[in-house]
């Protein structure tokens, strides 16, 4: 019986422990609350902020299990600005938004040769 208690004890902790890193950790600073939300294994899923609506603000940050980055872009009250990345495998998407609108899209690999002006 004293075993099946200490076992009980251990898987709690245990059950305990793996809950708490993949909770999303928030943050208030001033009007913004800084978000992180984790993966299963307890790897950063994405980062960024919301605004005092709740909606996404600023820049956000995408990350895979294996903690490599996705994706990172920039909202403002709620809606995609500006430059976004993206990486998948060997290549880097590059898409321009306007108020959440795709605008331009410029794909690269590792074959692509890039013109440097000195």
Same mark, same amino acid.
């Given at each position: 019986?004293?075993?099946?208690?200490?076992?009980?004890?251990?898987?709690? #902790?245990?059950?305990?422990?793996?809950? &708490?890193?993949? /909770?999303?950790?928030? /943050?208030?600073?001033? &009007?913004?609350?800084?978000?992180?939300?984790?993966?299963? %294994?307890?790897?950063?899923?994405?980062?960024?902020?919301?605004?005092?609506?709740?909606?996404?603000?600023? /820049?956000?940050?995408?990350? &895979?299990?294996?903690?490599?980055?996705?994706? #990172?872009?920039?909202? /403002? &009250? *709620?809606?995609?600005? *500006?430059?976004?990345?993206?990486?998948?495998?060997?290549?880097?998407?590059?898409?321009?938004?306007?108020?959440?609108?795709?605008?331009?899209?410029?794909?690269?690999?590792?074959?692509?040769?890039?013109?440097? %002006?000195?």
């Amino acid at each position: 019986m004293k075993k099946l208690i200490i076992l009980l004890i251990m898987l709690s #902790v245990g059950f305990t422990y793996a809950q &708490d890193i993949t /909770e999303p950790k928030l /943050e208030k600073k001033g &009007d913004l609350t800084i978000a992180t939300y984790y993966h299963d %294994n307890g790897e950063v899923q994405q980062k960024g902020a919301f605004n005092a609506d709740g909606k996404l603000q600023g /820049e956000w940050t995408s990350f &895979d299990a294996d903690g490599n980055k996705i994706a #990172v872009g920039t909202y /403002e &009250d *709620g809606k995609k600005v *500006g430059k976004w990345f993206f990486w998948e495998g060997d290549s880097l998407k590059e898409v321009d938004y306007i108020d959440s609108k795709i605008i331009t899209v410029n794909k690269w690999n590792n074959k692509t040769k890039v013109a440097i %002006n000195k």
